[in-house]
């Protein structure tokens, strides 16, 4: 996920200064943040719910939990992750509205009162990109551009939800959302490898695209999300070409691990633009499937992986320290999506439905395993 100087991760940036730097020994758990953590971890399990639901019809769950299975994790889940890590970057106590009201947003989902819950996921939006417009009054940079770009197409599909537009009509705007936010920092640290001369004018090409793409759809959905598709693809090709991964994988470590997940990612996001190119999204329900998982959970995920064990202690101001157990949620996470994917272009529904729990099996693994690293590193002697 989104990383400011202050928040780097390990793939590639030079040395950072702030929490995400402090020595383990001196880190403490920032407690006014966990409510918004809490709100998160309520997104998640409850949409990893509500897709259990939709893969099987027999599980009990309430029908809104398998309804808004995707803006739980795409908003309630990753979009408070985001809107808090902002927050710590900007280093200013109003930052905190976000993900505090995009939390509440989830748990009002969870609990049933939907329209109040898209309301403040709307307006969780809307503060974001009050934060990137801050960050550019510090510096003007295209990365922040690219992320607040993100943050407008959050904002626009959370209004078209609050006027009723269905959740099918507005994923084009919440992967602009991720996309944009990611390619964005990703970017800034492909700064530190010094990209070639117009390389970062090729990423906006792309972005536009991708932007375009989700405005087109709110009028034309078939045709605008061909072009997002298009601007997946590009994306995809820029960040496998630019990234500074492609050098960091030759590494050891949290480099080559980090490195790994958001290679692998990219991979994903390459299929989902040829996907949402090929079927526009209207090509029936196994394609329509096969397209939204290799982008959110092929992707998304794994760039959520890769980042965690620096995001992590920059937000709660807990190490998360890497071990190579880390490499066993982010193996059983694409080997599932492939299966999910395959079994849905053979329309193979038992193929699908097992893909879908083993991704689902790969998150709460990959959550086991990090909670288990934090404890460990904090029950460990001081200045270890």
Same mark, same amino acid.
């Given at each position: 996920?989104?990383?400011?100087?202050?928040?780097?991760?390990? @793939?590639?940036?030079? =040395?950072?200064?702030?929490?995400?730097?402090?020595?383990?020994?001196?880190?403490?758990?920032?407690?006014?943040?966990?409510?918004?953590?809490?709100?998160?971890?309520?997104? %998640?399990?409850?949409?990893?719910?509500?897709?259990?639901?939709?893969?099987?019809?027999?599980?009990?769950?309430? !029908?809104?939990? @398998? *309804? !808004?299975?995707?803006?739980?994790?795409?908003?309630?889940?990753?979009?408070?992750?985001?809107?808090? !890590?902002?927050?710590?970057?900007?280093?200013?106590?109003?930052?905190?509205?976000?993900?505090?009201?995009?939390?509440?947003?989830?748990?009002?989902?969870?609990?049933?009162?939907?329209?109040?819950?898209?309301?403040?996921?709307?307006?969780? @939006?809307?503060?974001? +990109?009050?934060?990137?417009?801050?960050?550019?009054?510090?510096?003007?940079?295209?990365?922040?551009? %690219?992320?607040?770009?993100?943050?407008?197409?959050?904002?626009?599909?959370?209004?078209?939800?609050?006027?009723?537009?269905?959740?099918? !009509?507005?994923?084009?705007?919440?992967?602009?959302?991720?996309?944009?936010?990611?390619?964005?920092?990703?970017?800034?640290?492909?700064?530190?490898?010094?990209? *070639?001369?117009?390389? +970062?004018?090729?990423?906006?090409?792309?972005?536009?695209?991708?932007?375009?793409?989700?405005?087109?759809?709110?009028?034309? =959905?078939?045709?605008?999300?061909?072009?997002?598709?298009?601007?997946?693809?590009?994306?995809?090709?820029?960040? &496998?070409?630019?990234?500074?991964?492609?050098?960091?994988?030759?590494?050891?470590?949290?480099?080559?691990?980090?490195?790994?997940?958001?290679?692998?990612?990219?991979?994903?996001?390459?299929?989902?633009?040829?996907?949402?190119?090929?079927?526009?999204?209207?090509?029936?329900?196994?394609?329509?499937?096969?397209?939204?998982?290799?982008?959110?959970?092929?992707?998304?995920?794994?760039?959520?992986?890769?980042?965690?064990?620096?995001?992590?202690?920059?937000?709660?101001?807990?190490?998360? =320290?890497?071990?190579?157990?880390?490499?066993?949620? &982010?193996?059983?996470?694409?080997?599932?999506?492939?299966?999910?994917?395959?079994?849905?272009?053979?329309?193979?529904?038992?193929?699908?439905?097992?893909?879908?729990?083993? @991704?689902?099996?790969?998150?709460?693994?990959?959550?086991?395993?990090?909670?288990?690293?934090?404890?460990?590193?904090?029950?460990?002697?001081?200045?270890?």
């Amino acid at each position: 996920m989104p990383t400011e100087p202050t928040t780097a991760h390990s @793939a590639g940036r030079p =040395p950072v200064t702030g929490p995400a730097a402090a020595p383990r020994s001196r880190l403490r758990p920032a407690a006014g943040r966990l409510p918004m953590l809490a709100g998160a971890a309520v997104a %998640l399990l409850a949409g990893l719910y509500g897709g259990l639901a939709l893969l099987l019809p027999e599980t009990p769950a309430p !029908e809104a939990l @398998a *309804r !808004e299975h995707g803006p739980l994790m795409a908003s309630g889940f990753l979009g408070t992750l985001i809107c808090l !890590e902002r927050a710590v970057a900007l280093r200013r106590r109003w930052g905190y509205i976000a993900p505090a009201v995009s939390a509440l947003g989830a748990v009002l989902l969870v609990a049933g009162a939907e329209q109040a819950g898209r309301l403040a996921l709307a307006a969780a @939006a809307g503060w974001l +990109a009050g934060i990137y417009l801050a960050l550019l009054g510090r510096r003007v940079g295209r990365e922040t551009l %690219l992320q607040l770009g993100g943050a407008l197409a959050w904002y626009a599909g959370g209004l078209l939800w609050l006027a009723g537009r269905p959740v099918a !009509e507005l994923v084009g705007w919440l992967a602009a959302f991720h996309v944009l936010t990611i390619a964005g920092e990703r970017l800034e640290l492909a700064h530190v490898a010094v990209l *070639r001369r117009g390389a +970062a004018a090729a990423l906006t090409g792309a972005a536009a695209l991708l932007a375009a793409g989700a405005a087109g759809s709110a009028w034309h =959905p078939e045709a605008g999300t061909r072009l997002a598709g298009a601007g997946l693809l590009a994306t995809a090709l820029w960040l &496998a070409w630019f990234d500074v991964a492609r050098r960091t994988v030759r590494g050891s470590g949290l480099p080559r691990y980090a490195a790994v997940c958001l290679l692998a990612g990219y991979g994903w996001l390459a299929v989902a633009g040829l996907l949402w190119g090929a079927t526009g999204l209207a090509a029936g329900e196994y394609l329509y499937d096969a397209a939204l998982h290799a982008l959110f959970l092929g992707f998304v995920m794994s760039m959520v992986f890769a980042h965690a064990p620096v995001i992590l202690p920059a937000v709660l101001r807990v190490a998360l =320290p890497y071990r190579p157990v880390l490499y066993v949620p &982010a193996a059983l996470l694409h080997a599932a999506v492939a299966v999910r994917v395959a079994g849905d272009l053979a329309a193979e529904q038992a193929v699908r439905v097992a893909g879908g729990l083993g @991704a689902e099996i790969a998150l709460l693994v990959f959550a086991g395993c990090a909670a288990a690293l934090v404890l460990r590193a904090r029950r460990a002697p001081r200045g270890r």
